[in-house]
């Protein structure tokens, strides 16, 4: 009997539990209209609800709908852009989302002054169970919001206690109103699919109010959709556009060694041409591009416009002209950048992509000599070297290309900037040389023959265009020396090590391969862990590098493995002798080096020694037999070798 009584209990306890539960009051907030304000704050409205939601919700008996379910109903409803609700849409809203009660309103802001005004009304008699307004500065919007919750939560038909009043009205997503705002943009442009605004909506709500969390998340939210969004349009397009070069490829096949250059041989090949572009097949195009000038006898020019309509019946074009009708035919469209191909290749074809037919140095390079060292992209023979060939291999191809030209005739073809093709490819020579293999007697060679070739009788006499030239050729003789100088320094740093080398140390170091790096060397146990961070954080910058980017490739090889040499002469290098064994060694070599160095005239050189010498002079001062902190003396080896190492990278003790 007692056993059937307390299950009776129990199953009355859930029905009754049940019961509340269904009992509770349901309320959708619906996005507050826009009244009188400007278009910098739309989407306020619906910042604001949420922020009605968040306070609303701490309610324990009252359920509120998502906002995910309220858009959706918004939108299968056409009812996102409509503007105010008024109550009967309300209704059918309430009605839709199951609701007993929905809040509506509308927000105003007029100068400083920020308006607020709601009403609740009952979903099943459509009654207005009541309405309230607030008011206040825009820089106190959050009190104005909680002053309107205070009066409308009365109507709800649920007990609050003065707990969770407290809590309703303490809490606050951002107290910036420039934040929040830029936030409510977002949401707005997140609903309406414009991924892009509203990613740079809330990135501007961060940079007023970087700790508010919501639109920290909704950006990681968006990123994640923008990426997701891109990767499958990429790959997409990726697929259209490979149907598509794979059938200009088919169409027009390479060209035979007696081949006529005429206007349809000519227009397939730049087609042709355009897909290798856009597949990135640099070593194919550039080989065909050659073969190109061999059947041109290396005097290209544009094909002759036609005597006749072609058999479409088309009137005779021009060059540009049959080619934009022959890619109309062929389907064939320039990569979109929205689809991650090449940049170039969404001017494959257009006029500038057209102007390599103009001319022989206009096939190997459509810009100047500038512009080409700049990194610049074009569809020139230049182009698709430097796609095919190591920096290395580069300088063979280029002194192969001088040697063609020559034979050409066209060595003194004067071109962009007023440089001749022969000054042009002993400079483009030289930055390539100098840009990724430094300083060399035969960089210094070519240099001196331009110079040589540039230089000027008669100064005083000469005609403004040979001056012109020699003003060009020395300075860009400077840019390589300079250029060169840069990846010596980089050198030094790394200790001599090629970059390839100090990613394989880095690795080492980073994971404290034993193989690589030893702490057994009374100065090593600090110093290895010191750089071990340093390391992994090097090899990290190393990952976003693109291939071609000289300069910050050598930086970050240079900063990232500036450490060897510290740690070689240290002893902390697996089978590198130990140059120093002890700290007061260290200290020794460091005040010699600052004694022996001549000042150069505040030059960073001086700059770096003198930071030597500051550092040394400090640990002269500190008495003998002082305690030291455990690891103190092997940070200061490092302090000393440290200096003494960016100083030498200078060049300074040279």
């Given at each position: 009997m007692v056993n059937a009584l307390v299950g009776l209990w129990l199953v009355l306890g859930v029905v009754l539990g049940q019961a509340h539960a269904q009992a509770r009051p349901t309320l959708a907030v619906l996005p507050l209209d826009k009244a009188s304000a400007s278009e910098q704050y739309d989407g306020l409205g619906k910042a604001l609800a949420g922020m009605l939601v968040t306070d609303l919700s701490k309610i324990p008996d009252l359920e509120l709908v998502e906002r995910d379910r309220l858009q959706e109903l918004l939108d299968e409803m056409n009812l996102a852009e409509t503007g105010f609700l008024?109550?009967?849409?309300?209704?059918?809203?309430?009605?839709?989302?199951?609701?007993?009660?929905?809040?509506?309103?509308?927000?105003?802001?007029?100068?400083?002054?920020?308006?607020?005004?709601?009403?609740?009304?009952?979903?099943?008699?459509?009654?207005?169970?009541?309405?309230?307004?607030?008011?206040?500065?825009?820089?106190?919007?959050?009190?104005?919001?909680?002053?309107?919750?205070?009066?409308?939560?009365?109507?709800?038909?649920?007990?609050?206690?003065?707990?969770?009043?407290?809590?309703?009205?303490?809490?606050?997503?951002?107290?910036?109103?420039g934040a929040f705002s830029a936030y409510g943009e977002g949401i707005q442009r997140q609903d309406e699919g414009d991924l892009e605004a509203a990613r740079q909506a809330f990135e501007k709500a961060l940079t007023h109010d970087p700790e508010f969390d919501a639109a920290q998340a909704s950006l990681s939210q968006v990123r994640a959709m923008l990426a997701e969004f891109k990767a499958e349009r990429t790959e997409k397009f990726h697929a259209v556009y490979g149907e598509m070069n794979k059938r200009a490829l088919d169409a027009f096949g390479e060209l035979p060694?007696?081949?006529?250059?005429?206007?349809?041989?000519?227009?397939?090949?730049?087609?042709?041409?355009?897909?290798?572009?856009?597949?990135?097949?640099?070593?194919?195009r550039y080989r065909e591009m050659w073969a190109f000038l061999d059947a041109s006898d290396w005097a290209v020019s544009e094909p002759e416009k036609r005597d006749v309509p072609?058999?479409?019946?088309?009137?005779?074009?021009?060059?540009?002209?049959?080619?934009?009708?022959?890619?109309?035919?062929?389907?064939?469209?320039?990569?979109?950048?929205?689809?991650?191909g090449p940049d170039i290749?969404?001017?494959?074809?257009?006029?500038?992509?057209?102007?390599?037919?103009?001319?022989?140095?206009e096939f190997i390079t459509p810009i100047g000599l500038s512009q080409v060292v700049r990194g610049d992209e074009h569809s020139g023979l230049l182009a698709s070297m430097e796609g095919c060939f190591a920096p290395e291999d580069r300088l063979g191809e280029i002194d192969r290309l001088a040697k063609a030209l020559d034979e050409a005739g066209f060595s003194e073809e004067m071109v962009r900037g007023d440089v001749a093709?022969?000054?042009?490819?002993?400079?483009?020579?030289?930055?390539?040389?100098?840009?990724?293999?430094?300083?060399?007697?035969?960089?210094?060679?070519?240099?001196?023959?331009?110079?040589?070739?540039?230089?000027?009788?008669?100064?005083?006499?000469?005609?403004?265009?040979?001056?012109?030239?020699?003003?060009e050729s020395v300075r860009h003789i400077e840019?390589?020396?300079?250029?060169?100088?840069?990846?010596?320094?980089?050198?030094?740093?790394?200790?001599?090590?090629?970059?390839?080398?100090?990613?394989?140390?880095?690795?080492?170091?980073?994971?404290?391969?034993?193989?690589?790096?030893?702490?057994?060397?009374?100065?090593?146990?600090?110093?290895?862990?010191?750089?071990?961070?340093?390391?992994?954080?090097?090899?990290?910058?190393?990952a976003d590098i693109e291939d071609d980017d000289w300069m910050l490739i050598g930086v970050r090889s240079g900063t990232g493995g500036?450490?060897?040499?510290?740690?070689?002469?240290?002893?902390?290098?697996?089978?590198?002798?130990?140059?120093?064994?002890?700290?007061?060694?260290?200290?020794?070599?460091?005040?010699?080096?600052?004694?022996?160095?001549?000042?150069?005239?505040?030059?960073?050189?001086?700059?770096?020694?003198?930071?030597?010498?500051?550092?040394?002079?400090?640990?002269?001062?500190?008495?003998?037999?002082?305690?030291?902190?455990?690891?103190?003396?092997s940070m200061q080896a490092w302090n000393i070798l440290n200096m003494f190492s960016m100083a030498d990278a200078e060049g300074c003790f040279d």
């Open positions: 008024d109550e009967k849409t309300a209704q059918k809203l309430g009605h839709g989302l199951g609701a007993k009660f929905v809040l509506t309103g509308s927000y105003s802001v007029v100068a400083d002054t920020f308006l607020l005004d709601a009403r609740v009304i009952e979903v099943e008699s459509g009654t207005i169970r009541n309405a309230a307004d607030a008011s206040g500065s825009v820089t106190d919007f959050v009190t104005v919001e909680k002053d309107l919750v205070e009066a409308l939560v009365g109507a709800l038909d649920v007990e609050v206690s003065s707990g969770v009043r407290r809590q309703m009205l303490l809490g606050a997503p951002t107290e910036d109103f060694a007696d081949a006529e250059l005429d206007m349809d041989t000519v227009v397939g090949f730049s087609l042709r041409l355009a897909a290798l572009e856009n597949e990135e097949r640099d070593c194919q072609d058999p479409e019946g088309r009137k005779a074009q021009q060059f540009s002209g049959e080619l934009k009708w022959e890619a109309v035919d062929q389907s064939f469209v320039p990569y979109s950048r929205d689809a991650g290749a969404a001017k494959s074809l257009n006029s500038r992509y057209n102007q390599i037919f103009d001319s022989t140095f093709v022969a000054d042009f490819l002993d400079l483009y020579w030289g930055y390539t040389h100098a840009r990724w293999l430094g300083a060399s007697p035969e960089l210094t060679k070519r240099s001196e023959r331009v110079l040589r070739r540039t230089k000027l009788d008669d100064p005083v006499n000469a005609a403004e265009d040979d001056k012109d030239r020699e003003r840019y390589i020396v300079r250029d060169a100088g840069n990846i010596e320094k980089w050198k030094r740093q790394r200790g001599g090590m090629s970059v390839e080398e100090t990613q394989v140390y880095l690795r080492g170091l980073a994971s404290l391969d034993p193989e690589v790096v030893t702490s057994e060397p009374v100065m090593c146990g600090w110093m290895v862990d010191h750089t071990s961070s340093m390391a992994a954080m090097a090899l990290d910058g190393f500036n450490s060897q040499p510290i740690l070689r002469r240290a002893g902390c290098l697996v089978g590198e002798p130990a140059e120093f064994e002890t700290f007061d060694q260290v200290l020794a070599f460091g005040k010699e080096a600052h004694s022996t160095y001549e000042r150069r005239g505040e030059t960073s050189c001086d700059s770096y020694v003198r930071g030597l010498g500051q550092i040394v002079s400090s640990l002269e001062a500190i008495p003998a037999g002082a305690p030291m902190m455990e690891g103190y003396d």
